[in-house]
């Protein structure tokens, strides 16, 4: 059955964007031979991630992500079942989230500061959703 997850993240401290860029080029590629999609986004203090597939998939890769040392505090937000994906157009779409992007983002927020921990599962993907289609696709 097709399952949907998504966790917050911190990235771990030094993390840069090119270092999320090979995370991205990496991810891209092996989601794409595991029949997965989904969307990153990163700002310097978090991250958001968002994964569709099988469910022995996705839970084989959160292993795999969860001890990955170029992050830490990983939280899941929601893992349940779906109808039809949501980032179908991505093995791993990406979006650096910027000051510019606060209207967006902030929209999710309780206070001033978006702590994504904070989020729901659907509130999590909303906002996913909302960056990933500022982005073009590969
Ligand atoms: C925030 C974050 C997101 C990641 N997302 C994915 C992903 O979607 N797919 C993936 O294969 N690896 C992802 N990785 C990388 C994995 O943790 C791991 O390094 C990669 O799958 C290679 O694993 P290996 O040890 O088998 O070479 C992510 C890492 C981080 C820090």
């Not at 795999?64 to 349940?80: A, E, N, S, Y």
């Amino acid at each position: 059955m097709l399952y949907q997850l998504s966790y917050a993240s911190k990235p771990a401290a030094g993390i840069t964007v090119e270092n999320v860029a090979e995370i991205v080029a990496v991810s891209s590629k092996r989601n794409a031979e595991r029949g997965i999609t989904g969307f990153l986004a990163y700002r310097s203090d978090w991250f958001l991630q968002a994964l569709e597939g099988g469910q022995a998939q996705i839970s084989s890769l959160l292993c795999l992500i969860g001890k990955d040392p170029r992050h830490t505090d990983l939280v899941i937000l929601g893992f349940h079942p779906i109808d039809q994906r949501q980032f179908r157009s991505w093995s791993m779409g990406y979006a650096a989230v910027h000051a510019g992007d606060k209207d967006v983002v902030l929209r999710y927020a309780s206070g001033n500061e978006l702590s994504p921990t904070e989020l729901s599962a659907a509130g999590s993907i909303a906002l996913l959703r909302e960056l990933s289609e500022r982005t073009r696709t590969p």
